[in-house]
């Protein structure tokens, strides 16, 4: 089983819709957990993190944590074309210090 | 401008040749990691430093190695021993090193094998 998994996608939606991404977890010790978003060709940028269960909104992005179920997922809500990209889930250890395990990304494209 | 920076952003390798990445930051952060990353696939790390002088494999280091010697500088270099060195590499740091830093990504450099 591996680490963190997402759907590889991809994932379609129209413009304004809202888009939903998910990831799962395998090791319940997992502390913390990062949402980063990489265009084509480009480096991953950091969108927003979440420690607690529960939802965290960041402007039109939410993340929604659920340590139960071991699932983490992303809304964005009025999605754009230029939301259109590979979003990466990452997921930190209390038991491996400063170590980030990634899942392979969710492409999302958003259609005018 | 604070940031991460990375190069050259592409790098040819011969057969046989050793060649050395850069990875300089301006943060002052402590930790430094090396990721790679094929087409389609997510982060694998290759090796980590927490503190100056002081690094740890990640889960596929063979082939590679690197040094620490400086706060700001953590140099990855591909040797030959790394049959199938074609990926998109990335340098990221953190402030320190617990488990709830977020790391920040260079641009990165793409390999490519001649």
């Known amino acids: 089983q591996k680490e963190v998994e997402q759907n590889s996608g991809p994932l379609s939606v129209p413009e304004g819709a809202i888009a939903s991404l998910n990831c799962t977890y395998s090791d319940r010790g997992s502390q913390s957990f990062f949402w980063y978003r990489q265009y084509s060709g480009k480096s991953p940028e950091l969108i927003m993190f979440i420690y607690s269960n529960g939802d965290k909104e960041d402007g039109r992005f939410t993340a929604q944590l659920n340590k139960a179920s071991q699932y983490v997922s992303l809304l964005i809500r009025d999605s754009q074309p230029s939301d259109s990209a590979t979003y990466l889930c990452?997921?930190?250890?209390?038991?491996?210090?400063?170590?980030?395990?990634f899942g392979r990304g969710t492409q999302l494209t958003v259609w005018p | 401008d604070g940031g991460i920076t990375q190069s050259p952003k592409y790098l040819f390798r011969k057969e046989g040749q050793n060649v050395t990445l850069s990875c300089e930051q301006n943060?002052?952060?402590?930790?430094m990691y090396w990721y790679r990353q094929d087409p389609g696939q997510g982060l694998r790390l290759i090796y980590y430093?927490?503190?100056?002088?002081?690094?740890q494999k990640g889960d596929i280091a063979e082939g590679y190695s690197v040094s620490r010697e400086k706060k700001e500088s953590f140099p990855l270099t591909v040797t030959s021993a790394q049959k199938n060195p074609t990926a998109f590499y990335l340098c990221a740091s953190s402030i320190g090193y617990s488990e709830q830093e977020t790391q920040y990504f260079g641009p990165g450099t793409r390999l490519l094998v001649l």
């Open positions: 430093s927490q503190i100056v002088n002081d690094f």
């Open positions: 943060l002052n952060h402590d930790a």
């Open positions: 990452a997921v930190g250890r209390g038991s491996t210090l400063g170590r980030l395990y």
